[in-house]
């Protein structure tokens, strides 16, 4: 029933990983089909260690403290790319990076992985920088919201606010542990492939945990941005990255009403343009500008304000790397793209105000739209290269926010899946 700190707990359990799993290197990779021709997924078969030793009392007793979250760091650009077609064409000529690295459990029982994951936190650290993600496989430590933490403490990565935090509060299973969308009435919107970021903000990783896998579907989706940017259109990867890109981050379908208002629509309707650019952006951290829809609303024929972010490059170099990686959103964010898969999955239900109120789009920088044949050819390129990855409750995912991109399949029953964020 001792409290013990998180230092402390680490410094015991590096003396216990040597003294019972001993500072193992990971054998090396070898490489297995995934489940999406042309995408290639690393795995690593780790020698297993039998031990006799229990888990510790106190790590079993100890109760759950509150995790202190650090703010959501803000959006590493890199430097300018002075020539994007040169630069993709480099990538194209150099070697295809790996693209994910299976981990299956080194050991047996929760604390001894728990052990390993201390002594071998740079490898793991070093996979997910080459692999873009390291995917854990049959771990008993991460099968609680407890454990999973102690797999990331173990791991010395440092927990940040959700980047959604500025703008809305997604629910929390734990302290510092955000559930993912895993409400039924989602269970049929097909969530695209996005990195993480809002506005300015974006983790520099995360870590993904199964607690309970859907009935039917829901698998995690993951995509190498690397791999995107190579198969991306010279000419359209030359006008996106000119033009630059901008995203909707919200919809206020409320004014029909300022039409019946005959010679005191324009001033009425400038006047709340203005309330509601005050409003918003007195809530986020990120300059918001407000403009009319033209044509409505994407959901409906409601007389629509959008709000939309700042204008962004769609290609980033990587913080630590320098190597460009597509770090686009429009797969997940445009509005045509999500209406296509409603026509097969069926249309998203709303609980709430809030659900209707939270919509997206993408734009070019210049606010005018992609046009259907360009989103299309961003919607293959982007599908190409999804690898579905069907995780059972042991199972987690640490990626590479800036390289990796994430998203979720349709499913049907209940879901429980979680995530947290690192700087």
Not at 229 to 248: G, H, K, T
């Amino acid at each position: 029933g001792v409290e013990v700190s998180v230092a402390t707990r680490k410094m015991r359990l590096v003396a216990f990983s040597l003294a019972v799993v001993g500072a193992r290197g990971l054998v090396p990779a070898k490489t297995a089909g995934s489940v999406r021709a042309g995408v290639e997924v690393s795995v690593a078969t780790l020698e297993p260690e039998v031990s006799s030793s229990p888990r510790a009392a106190a790590a079993a007793a100890s109760p759950a403290e509150e995790v202190v979250l650090a703010e959501c760091p803000l959006t590493a650009w890199g430097e300018t790319i002075p020539d994007i077609v040169a630069a993709q064409k480099e990538a194209r000529a150099s070697p295809a990076a790996p693209f994910l690295y299976e981990l299956a459990a080194p050991a047996a029982t929760a604390e001894e992985q728990e052990a390993w994951l201390v002594a071998n936190a740079e490898t793991v650290s070093a996979r997910m920088s080459s692999h873009g993600a390291v995917v854990f496989k049959g771990w008993e430590l991460v099968k609680t919201p407890e454990g999973f933490r102690r797999a990331y403490e173990a791991l010395g990565l440092s927990p940040c606010l959700d980047p959604l935090h500025a703008v809305s509060a997604r629910p929390t299973v734990a302290s510092g542990v955000y559930e993912a969308v895993n409400k039924e009435s989602r269970a049929n919107f097909f969530i695209g492939m996005h990195n993480e970021f809002v506005g300015t903000r974006s983790p520099r990783a995360a870590m993904f945990v199964c607690f309970k896998a859907a009935d039917e579907g829901g698998e995690f989706l993951l995509a190498d941005g690397r791999k995107v940017f190579r198969d991306v259109d010279a000419d359209l990867l030359a006008e996106l990255y000119s033009r630059r890109i901008r995203y909707s981050v919200m919809e206020l379908p409320f004014f029909n009403w300022i039409d019946t208002l005959g010679p005191l629509r324009s001033p009425v309707e400038s006047l709340v343009r203005g309330l509601a650019a005050a409003a918003v952006n007195a809530k986020v951290d990120f300059d918001v500008s407000l403009q009319w829809l033209q044509d409505g609303s994407a959901y409906d024929d409601d007389k629509t304000l959008q709000a939309r972010a700042p204008v962004q490059p769609p290609v980033l170099r990587h913080p630590a790397t320098n190597l460009p990686t597509w770090f686009c959103n429009v797969h997940s964010h445009s509005s045509l793209l999500r209406a296509k898969r409603a026509d097969v999955y069926g249309a998203e239900r709303f609980e709430s105000g809030a659900s209707r109120i939270n919509k997206s789009d993408m734009y070019f920088g210049d606010d005018m739209p992609l046009t259907p044949q360009q989103l299309d050819h961003l919607d293959k390129v982007t599908a190409d290269n999804i690898v579905y990855l069907k995780m059972a409750p042991g199972d987690a995912v640490l990626l590479d926010n800036y390289q990796t991109m994430h998203g979720r399949n349709v499913f049907k029953g209940k879901r429980k899946h979680a995530v947290t964020w690192f700087e």
